[in-house]
């Protein structure tokens, strides 16, 4: 969780003195504004963060080996975000998406915290690109994840300047 904390960090500097005007401004037809894909990180470590709770009372012990997941940060490769994460179209402060991060953050935090190490490793979930993924390596994801849209953030950002 320390580096996933590191990168969030990261996240929230690369924002930094962006106003809520440029943060929700569409660069190009097709693409998500920077709030939209704050927004979206926000939804995803939600959903991750629900799942690995589920799985962890609810799951079936698998033996799952580890999936090169460092490759998350590549952006050569498009992945269409599943629905449930797909941010809306609407105006959103930094303020209230620094919260829900925070929110979101928390909630995951408190679910790894009180996890049982060995339940992590032995319980997975099916990913869009890696397959069956056990919950041990869904939470650097998260944070390999933001990564890769950190990058995405900075190229926004030039098209705004």
């Known amino acids: 969780m ?3 904390n ?3 960090e990261e996240v929230l500097q690369s924002v ?3 106003s809520d005007e440029q943060l929700n401004t569409q660069v190009q037809d097709g693409c998500w504004t920077i709030m939209q894909v704050l927004q979206h990180l926000y939804l995803l470590e939600r959903a991750i963060t629900f799942t690995i709770s589920d799985q962890l009372a609810n799951g ?3 033996s799952i080996g580890d999936k090169p997941i460092h490759l998350a940060i590549n952006r050569s490769t498009k ?3 599943p629905s449930i994460v797909e941010p809306e ?3 959103l402060t930094l303020v209230e998406m620094k919260k829900k991060l925070s929110e979101s953050r928390e909630a995951l935090t408190k679910v790894v915290d009180i996890a049982d190490p060995l339940l992590l490793a032995q319980r997975a979930y099916p990913h869009p690109v890696f397959g069956e993924l056990s919950l041990k390596q869904w939470i650097p994801l998260i944070g390999l994840h933001e990564k890769r849209h950190i990058e995405q ?4 950002k ?3 300047i």
């Open 2 to 4: 320390e580096e996933n």
């Open 6 to 8: 590191q990168i969030r």
């Open 16 to 18: 930094s003195g962006l």
């Open 60 to 62: 079936q012990t698998k």
């Open 79 to 81: 992945i269409k975000a």
């Open 89 to 91: 179209n609407k105006f």
């Open 153 to 156: 953030i900075e190229e926004l």
């Open 158 to 160: 030039k098209e705004l």
